[in-house]
Each structure stands twice: as structure tokens, then as C-alpha cells.
């Protein structure tokens, strides 16, 4: 099973996970895309590479944005703008 094309690494309790979440799953919906949702505290190898630093946007596997989704710069790279 290939990696989903966008993710969000983001952790239970965190206030801009939740806007970032909206945020994706609005800009993704209108390429067709289905973001997935990473809880980096499940997973010490994530938990330790992004620590405090989430939400983080992944785009095909690499970070595309942290803290707020860069609306403009993934509409661009998905092809949207």
C-alpha cells in the first residue's frame, strides 16, 4: 500500500492540529484528495524528529509546511492554482 499523497502530523489536545486538519482537508478535497492524520506521540520516531513542532504538513513524504497549512504554496503544488 503506497503512503497517502498528503498527511498531517498532529497530536490529541493541540489547538492549531485542529484549524490545520480543516485547513487540509478543505484544500485536498477540491484536488480529489483524501489527507491522513499521524499522531506523532504514537510513534517515538516522530515524536522525537518533530517533538512540539506540529502540526506538519507532508506532501508525498516530505514537509511541505509546519504550524499553518501554506494555503497559497500547496494549492500551487498540487496543481490547483
Known sequence: MSEPRLQLLTRVGCHLCEVAAETLERIAGEAGLVP?????DADPDLQAEYGDRVPVVLLDGREHSYFTVDVERLRRDLGLA
Open 36 to 40: 491522513a492524520s499521524v499522531d506523532v
